[in-house]
């Protein structure tokens, strides 16, 4: 049976910067479970599943618009001090006066 819309699927993934540096992968050997064709992964990643089969592997290289958009200066946010416990790949959850998201720390 292939990935098609409204299905559940079960995928292993790791995730690497364009230089190789691995930044998440599947949670303790765990797959990631999700609805296909609900926007629960980024679209690029989603639209490369379609139609694959259990036992598939496949690398697949997704462009900042196919992700989480393209980078935008005027989205930056400065914050006086991150928490202890945050690293420059971890980030963090946090209101922003824009929208709730996800904050990168450099």
Known sequence: MSITQ???VS?????????????DSSPDGEP???????????PGLERELAGKR????????VSAADGYGE????LVQRVRA???RVSPTSGW???????PG???VR
């Open 6 to 8: 409204d299905q559940v």
């Open 11 to 23: 995928i292993h993934y790791t995730l690497k910067d364009d230089a190789g540096e691995i930044i």
């Open 32 to 42: 990631l479970v999700y609805l296909h064709g609900h926007g629960n992964l980024i």
């Open 54 to 61: 259990a036992g598939d592997k496949l690398q697949v290289t």
């Open 71 to 74: 980078y935008d200066e005027a």
């Open 82 to 84: 991150a928490p202890s």
């Open 93 to 99: 959850a946090c209101g922003c006066r824009r929208k």
């Open 102 to 104: 996800k904050a990168r």
